[in-house]
């Protein structure tokens, strides 16, 4: 049995009928991108995820009406989160280099924790998925791209300031960060976390990435 | 149009019934790679992809039996040309850091003007579109394996000999080599070209890159 399939039945067997709608959600959107990730957009149906949680189909339809709406629920959600644990970052103490190097750090770390949302939500939002989309699923589409937006904005803006205290190069602020958040994102391409992996482990390359996009922006010459 | 049309239809115009099988397979490959890229895997057919090129189901499905086929080919193909491209250059001249430099343009010069079959091969390779594969297609996928394995080995090289060299920061090369990769490869999720842009522009955005992973991996704190 697959870990992640453990883990539902895990969650099914704990899962209450009196639980708020808020949890209920969740449990949804957390079971639907672990079954996203395995199978794709287009072999995912809302059957799935209900019989990966061990509900009728009634209940993930009560939720979400459709497989665009939990696609794009697992979506705005991530992206939620990744802000709310990103943004205070921002504000925090130290030179714009170390509260960077803590942005990216927190970041790295939901990337590896958090594997099957993030990488729903890190990879392209495939438009073509969805087509003919009606007017709410338009609506819940642009939300995202805002939120997007506003991720990107807040590296954009510690690389500014790191620009005007004098230790990154001074670069046009929204390409500047295009690198930095590949090297983060990546790790939604070829990270997998191992049997027994501690969160040293995730620590040791959470900081590996952080340090090398600090580096990265450094001033100066990148040869000797 | 879009550009991606009005290019197919020149592609088509030009196209002379006599010409040898690799360019035509060259020729299907490019097409498919555009419309993977607009419409994804699920919904793009050999009959869409003939329809690009102007020409009959039949001569696709002479080069390419099946969409797999099609999808692997592109894959194949793209990592081919990435290796000839940049393997040279491991071997060139200079210091370790000036060579990973190079590669590291090369690479990114690469994913801005050869963007749909790129952005085809460097993403994951999705599995679950293979399920089913026949012993033919599981040959090409460990093919296409072993190709990104040598691929990312070119970089591994590079900064094992800059870490003895002394100008990286010694860690595990494989492990090292996923920021740059990334910071690299996620050229293909943001880059889009722009109406009128020149070589000059993607010179620009080539060095940004290779200045700031080549800085990344340097030896030293992050934090001054």
Do not use: C
């Not at 639907?32 to 339809?61: C, N, P, Q, W």
């Not at 642009?142 to 803006?157: P, T």
């Not at 391409?189 to 090398?212: C, K, L, N």
Request: hydrophobic content about 40%; overall charge positive; aromatic content about 6%.
């Amino acid at each position: 049995m697959s870990s992640a399939k453990r883990k539902s039945e895990a969650r099914a067997g704990s899962r209450s009928h009196g639980r708020d709608p808020e949890s209920s959600r969740r449990e949804i959107l957390e079971a639907a991108a672990e079954i996203f990730m395995e199978y794709g957009y287009a072999a995912t149906s809302l059957d799935h995820v209900a019989e990966r949680l061990g509900a009728t189909k009634g209940r993930v339809y009560h939720y979400f009406p459709s497989k665009a709406d939990l696609f794009l629920g697992i979506h705005q959600g991530a992206m939620e989160t990744l802000i709310a644990t990103v943004a205070p970052l921002l504000d925090g103490p130290g030179t714009a280099a170390e509260r960077l190097h803590a942005m990216a750090m927190a970041h790295a770390r939901m990337l590896m924790t958090r594997s099957p949302e993030q990488k729903v939500a890190v990879g392209k939002l495939e438009r073509h998925l969805l087509r003919g989309a009606t007017a709410r699923h338009q609506h819940t589409l642009q939300a995202i791209v805002r939120l997007r937006d506003d991720y990107e904005q807040l590296f954009a803006e510690v690389l500014s300031e790191g620009m005007r205290e004098g230790d990154f190069a001074v670069q046009p602020p929204r390409l500047a960060t295009k690198p930095v958040l590949g090297a983060l994102n990546w790790l939604t391409v070829w990270y997998q976390p191992r049997r027994g992996e501690s969160s040293e482990d995730i620590e040791i390359i959470a900081r590996m990435i952080a340090d090398f996009v600090v580096k990265g922006l450094r001033k100066g010459e990148p040869l000797p």
